[in-house]
């Protein structure tokens, strides 16, 4: 059962935009408490971009602050990463993970590739 799916990767070019959409099923997102995106570069580790607490509390990478967002839409059960003034070093693929209490679950991931 897929739980969570993302979509709006893609290609662009350096000082581009690129908004990521992250669509939660109904069936955990009541008992979701964190939601976040991470990335992986090839030949590196997974790490996390931004992070969003159900009440709305942030935090983002260093490498990422002031250029990345998180807005989320409880209403709709979707978290988003709008990504401004992209770098080559942006890319990866991105994942969009949930934690409850007990589990986390992870998305199937979306390449976004910064052209420079």
């Known amino acids: 059962q897929v739980l969570l799916v993302e979509s709006g990767g893609g290609l662009v070019q350096a000082g581009g935009s690129l908004r990521l959409s992250c669509s939660i099923s109904r069936n955990i997102f009541s008992s979701v408490n964190t939601m976040g995106w991470y990335r992986q570069a090839p030949g590196k580790q997974r790490e996390s971009v931004a992070i969003i607490t159900k009440d709305g509390t942030t935090n983002y990478d260093d490498s990422v602050k002031g250029r990345f967002t998180i807005p989320q839409d409880n209403a709709n059960n979707m978290v988003y990463l709008q990504m401004n003034n992209l770098k080559p070093e942006d890319t990866a693929v991105y994942y969009c993970?949930?934690?409850?209490?007990?589990?986390?679950?992870w998305g199937q991931g979306t390449q976004v590739t910064v052209s420079s």
């Open positions: 993970h949930a934690r409850t209490v007990l589990n986390g679950y």
